[in-house]
């Protein structure tokens, strides 16, 4: 080896090193243990942001009108997060049940069930308002 050559032979060696080590803390750190535990997720407002997303455009107000609880069933399969089970029920004015299939789907087998209540009003010439309770759980 050439005397010259030295210091380079350095500067290579010790880039080499460096390289090593940030790989095996870029590794390591990727390694580390984690719970399967699902984040937690604030149902309630999981819930009330489903059923604002469906009365935005009107289309909660006009299922229920028209009494298509299997479109409302599929649509808040679709707006919830993928393992959200629900149960849905809808009243009128005077707090009477209008919805007379199950809007659900699945039953509840978790502790932490979350209840929302939501006020719909339909865009039909003549006015009607609905009251909405929806149950939530995450299904485990």
Same mark, same amino acid.
């Given at each position: ?28 750190? #990727? $390694? %580390? &243990? ?5 984040? /937690? *997720?604030?149902? =309630?407002? +999981? ?39 629900? #149960? $849905? %029920? &809808? ?5 009477? /049940? *209008?919805?007379? =299939?199950? +809007? ?37």
């Amino acid at each position: 080896m050439r005397r010259e050559n030295r210091g380079q032979i350095r500067v290579i060696e010790a880039f080499l090193a460096v390289l090593i080590i940030f790989s095996a803390f870029t590794v390591s750190a #990727n $390694l %580390t &243990v984690s719970q399967n535990r699902p984040p /937690r *997720i604030d149902l =309630a407002s +999981v819930g009330t942001e489903a059923l604002m997303t469906l009365d935005s455009d009107g289309t909660l107000g006009y299922y229920i009108a028209n009494g298509n609880w299997t479109a409302l069933r599929e649509a808040l399969s679709l707006v919830l997060p993928i393992g959200t089970t629900f #149960n $849905l %029920t &809808v009243y009128d004015e005077y707090t009477q /049940r *209008i919805s007379e =299939a199950a +809007v659900s789907n699945g039953g509840f087998n978790s502790q932490d069930i979350c209840f929302v209540e939501y006020v719909c009003a339909s865009r039909n010439p003549v006015f009607s308002s609905y009251i909405v309770h929806l149950e939530l759980a995450v299904a485990s």
